[in-house]
């Protein structure tokens, strides 16, 4: 039954992507002329506005800017371990795939457009990808004969795609190719093709866009600093992005968002209730914060109230994490090491902490702000250390926040 779901979440972001053609070209009709679906343990289909840079070969056969699109489309966002099908339900079905790269990151898209001789693959019946040759037309698929596209296909011959671009595109992609950090997911933009002869062409064009073990959020980008550990806190289940695919990585961590992330990385194990008069069982936090309130790592305030939508300050948080590392028995440091930082700014109960935080590399003493507000980024980059120190087993499942 869950299998058959996730094929169904599939067919929906056809549908949805069904309708994003180019100008010109005709929406399909109610029956399309072909399928295509997914399954993956990790999808979604974010509608999002992409800005394209389009680039036309030039007399010398190296591509310049030609022109700048920006229009909405359908995403269809999965994990690598995703599998695609497509069937022809008509004669004159053919398939194009095209990459659209992002070699500098900046957001922008390149689209490399050159229609006497094109730079996309065309897919054949037994699901390989191959650029035509001039002259050559592209492959047929027969009509109910289910077709495979595979993960590691489009992967290979995406990486290919960015090379020639950096090393043959133009003065643009060159000089982009040196500021270029990663080019990790590739947009690939798959068209299904009906040509029938002296009528109009139809295609269903589709957005795809392939990750690892997890869904990168979209506000978390391959330049930034912190890109790696919130990566990682996500496929080890510590937190994960919201229902609109954002991670919000300046936004301030709240006392109920680190009680979850800490019940999430001691395996999410049941507690006796918690007593806070603004904790009840119907909140998202509730669970985390009983089995925080156990532990002793993080107390309540006067009244017997909790107080979950606080912001915390670096020095809390970082307090609130040795506590964590004493429980687990993980506090091994010496008396020299601890001695080496001087908490001049920092509270008198927070000094330790933060002494054994700089010891372990979690912090720098540089940048350490204890008044400060905690990031979700920040706490993701301290528990991207944290982890490697602990050794925490992964979860299989995570609640958002």
């Keep these: ?9 599939g067919l929906l972001a056809a ?48 591509f310049q800017p030609a022109s700048t699109s920006e229009y909405s489309c359908t995403l269809n966002r999965a994990t690598g371990d995703a599998s695609f099908f497509i069937q022809a339900n008509a004669e004159g079905v053919w398939v194009s795939v095209d990459y659209l790269t992002d070699l500098d990151g900046d957001g922008v898209y390149e689209l490399l457009e050159d229609p006497n001789a094109p730079v996309w693959d065309v897919m054949d019946a037994q699901g390989r990808l191959v650029q035509l040759k001039e002259g050559e037309s592209a492959p047929r698929l027969s009509s109910g004969q289910p077709c495979l596209l595979s993960p590691d296909t489009l992967l290979s011959r995406s990486q290919q795609a960015v090379q020639d671009r950096k090393t043959g595109g133009s003065c643009v992609l060159d000089v982009a190719q040196n ?25 269903q064009t ?22 790696d550990a919130v990566a990682y806190g996500l496929e080890r289940g510590f937190f994960a992005g919201g229902d609109d695919g954002l991670f919000y990585p300046s936004q301030q961590l709240t006392r109920a968002q680190l009680a979850q992330v800490l019940w999430n990385m001691g395996g999410r194990q049941q507690a006796p209730a918690s007593q806070f008069f603004d904790v009840t069982p119907n909140s998202w936090y509730y669970q985390a914060v009983s089995w925080c309130r156990q532990k002793d790592l993080l107390a309540g305030y006067t009244n017997n109230l909790f107080v979950p939508n606080d912001p915390l300050s670096q020095e809390q948080m970082i307090a609130v994490l040795h506590r964590y590392a004493q429980s687990l028995e993980q506090e091994d440091q010496s008396e020299d090491a601890l001695s080496k930082f001087s908490a001049s700014d920092a509270s008198p109960w927070a000094v330790e902490s933060i002494q054994w935080a700089v010891s372990n590399g979690l912090i720098s003493e540089d940048t350490f702000q204890p008044s400060e507000p905690v990031s979700r980024a920040l706490l993701a980059s301290i528990l991207y250390t944290f982890e490697q120190k602990l050794g925490v087993q992964p979860l299989s499942s995570v609640r958002r926040f």
């Design 179 to 203: 500021a270029a950090s990663r080019q990790s997911f590739p947009l690939y933009m798959i068209k299904l093709h009906h040509t029938v002869p002296d009528e109009q062409e139809e295609v």
């Design 15 to 62: 549908a949805l992507a069904a309708v994003s053609v180019f100008p010109g070209l005709a929406v399909p009709a109610d029956l399309p002329f072909a399928d295509f679906r997914f399954d993956a343990s990790g999808m979604d289909q974010p509608q999002r506005d992409i800005q394209v840079n389009i680039y036309h070969r030039d007399e010398s056969g190296r």
């Design 206 to 227: 589709y957005y795809l866009q392939l990750y690892g073990a997890v869904l990168i959020p979209f506000d978390v980008s391959p330049s930034d600093w912190y890109y």
């Design 1 to 9: 039954m869950k299998r058959s779901r996730r094929w169904a979440a």
